[in-house]
């Protein structure tokens, strides 16, 4: 039974997550955390050519995954949204069959570039490279899904350099006409590459929806309660007919953009050690001390199984089969002669 801080009823409780799930979230975090860990280490000892870092979006990403609904609802990720597809059921095995481009990779065979995260199990759709397509793939789905009378909500991932992108618009402007079931989620995590948020927008990501007729709000990205608080608030508005909502969430990644990127040429040292004392994991679980959810003992149970589930997991990849050269043409051009 949960301690019951002073003052009040727990956040979580009033929210309606129960112990089981904020334990998972916390599992999730760190899953995210290691893969993201291994997945550079592999980089840069040359056994993955390309990586992108989630570590620091983990509250922003796990927190909104909660909020919906899964086995109905649709997922429109974006490449840092590992953390998400985690919460949603990838495994961390298929994380690295990604990576390394195993014919098992559950989101394109091994045909794509890491990170471009897909899931026919899942309803995780597969994003293309240039950013922000996603976000018009979600307003089509969900107008979709609204037309056959589904009972799915839509919801779809990018950063704040995205919302300077014509589909980004073009998919705002189409949600709030037709009030469609959809919620967009911001990762502000300031920076697109080298490009500070400054040089992006002149006003407020969260305050562009006012102009196309639906709300839009902010929230501390770093707090994993926090961010599942207003992510349901708007899946709830959704599956109700009320329409779409814009949330941003502001947060920071603690690694360069890809493993292509060097930070250190556009970010002090000192701004990031600052930007990790804000880090989402260890604030979750000073939470969940505080809540008796967990004890400084379990964390440390918690911290060392989720790595060693990594390393297992990342090893069993590494040994997976790369697909067949005869398959490279699949999904590419109609089988049979006939209709694909
Ligand atoms: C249309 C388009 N322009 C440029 C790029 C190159 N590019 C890839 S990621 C990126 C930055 C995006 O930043 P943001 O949306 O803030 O997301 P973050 O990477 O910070 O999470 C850019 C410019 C691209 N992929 N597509
Ligand atoms: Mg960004």
Same mark, same amino acid.
């Given at each position: 039974?949960?301690?019951?801080?002073?003052?009040?009823?727990? !956040?979580?409780?009033?929210?309606?997550?129960? !112990?089981?799930?904020?334990?998972?979230?916390?599992? @999730?975090? /760190?899953?995210?955390?290691?893969?993201?860990?291994?997945?550079?280490?592999?980089?840069?000892?040359?056994?993955?050519?390309?990586?992108?870092?989630? $570590?620091?979006?983990?509250?922003?990403?796990?927190?909104?995954?909660?909020?919906?609904?899964?086995?109905?609802?649709?997922?429109?990720?974006?490449?840092?949204?590992?953390?998400?597809? /985690?919460?949603?059921?990838?495994?961390?095995?298929?994380?690295?069959?990604?990576?390394?481009?195993?014919?098992?990779?559950?989101?394109?065979?091994?045909?794509?570039?890491?990170?471009?995260?897909?899931?026919?199990? /899942?309803?995780?759709? $597969?994003?293309?490279?240039?950013?922000?397509?996603?976000?018009?793939?979600?307003?089509?789905?969900?107008?979709?899904?609204?037309?056959?009378?589904? #009972?799915?909500?839509?919801?779809?991932?990018?950063?704040?350099?995205?919302?300077?992108?014509?589909?980004?618009?073009?998919?705002?402007?189409?949600?709030?006409?037709?009030?469609?079931?959809?919620?967009?989620?911001?990762?502000?995590?300031? %920076?697109?590459? $080298?490009?500070?948020?400054?040089?992006?927008?002149?006003?407020?990501?969260?305050?562009?929806?006012?102009?196309?007729?639906?709300?839009?709000?902010?929230?501390?990205?770093? #707090?994993?309660?926090?961010?599942?608080?207003?992510?349901?608030? *708007?899946?709830?508005?959704?599956?109700?007919?009320?329409?779409?909502? /814009?949330?941003?969430?502001? @947060?920071?990644?603690?690694?360069?953009?890809?493993? +292509? &990127?060097?930070?250190?040429?556009?970010? @002090?040292?000192?701004?990031?050690?600052?930007?990790? !004392?804000?880090?989402?994991?260890?604030?979750?679980?000073? %939470?969940?001390?505080? @809540?008796?959810?967990? $004890?400084? +003992? &379990?964390?440390? *149970?918690?911290?060392?199984? *989720?790595?060693?589930?990594?390393?297992?997991?990342?090893?069993?990849?590494?040994?997976?089969?790369?697909? #067949?050269?005869?398959?490279?043409a699949r999904h590419?051009f109609a089988e049979d002669g006939g209709?694909a």
């Amino acid at each position: 039974m949960a301690k019951k801080r002073s003052g009040g009823t727990d !956040r979580h409780s009033e929210l309606g997550l129960k !112990r089981e799930d904020l334990v998972s979230m916390h599992r @999730t975090m /760190l899953l995210a955390r290691f893969c993201d860990e291994r997945q550079w280490a592999f980089n840069r000892q040359g056994k993955a050519p390309f990586v992108v870092p989630v $570590s620091g979006h983990e509250a922003a990403q796990v927190g909104s995954a909660w909020a919906f609904e899964a086995g109905k609802d649709v997922f429109c990720p974006y490449y840092r949204d590992m953390a998400l597809v /985690l919460a949603l059921g990838f495994t961390p095995r298929d994380v690295f069959l990604g990576l390394f481009g195993k014919a098992e990779d559950p989101s394109s065979g091994g045909r794509q570039m890491p990170a471009h995260w897909g899931s026919r199990r /899942l309803n995780i759709i $597969s994003g293309s490279s240039p950013i922000a397509t996603q976000v018009l793939h979600a307003a089509g789905i969900a107008y979709a899904k609204r037309y056959k009378k589904e #009972d799915a909500v839509v919801g779809t991932w990018f950063g704040e350099g995205g919302t300077s992108e014509g589909d980004w618009h073009g998919a705002m402007n189409f949600a709030g006409i037709h009030k469609l079931p959809l919620v967009f989620v911001c990762e502000n995590n300031q %920076y697109a590459i $080298s490009v500070h948020e400054s040089k992006q927008v002149a006003g407020r990501v969260y305050k562009r929806a006012e102009g196309y007729g639906f709300p839009g709000v902010e929230a501390d990205g770093n #707090d994993v309660l926090e961010t599942f608080r207003v992510t349901k608030e *708007a899946v709830d508005r959704a599956r109700a007919g009320d329409g779409p909502t /814009l949330i941003e969430l502001r @947060t920071y990644r603690f690694f360069s953009h890809t493993s +292509d &990127d060097d930070d250190r040429t556009y970010r @002090t040292r000192a701004e990031v050690e600052q930007a990790k !004392r804000n880090d989402p994991i260890p604030r979750f679980e000073r %939470y969940l001390v505080e @809540t008796g959810i967990l $004890s400084e +003992d &379990d964390i440390a *149970a918690a911290r060392a199984e *989720a790595k060693e589930e990594v390393a297992r997991q990342a090893a069993e990849a590494q040994e997976a089969d790369f697909p #067949d050269p005869d398959s490279a043409a699949r999904h590419v051009f109609a089988e049979d002669g006939g209709a694909a």
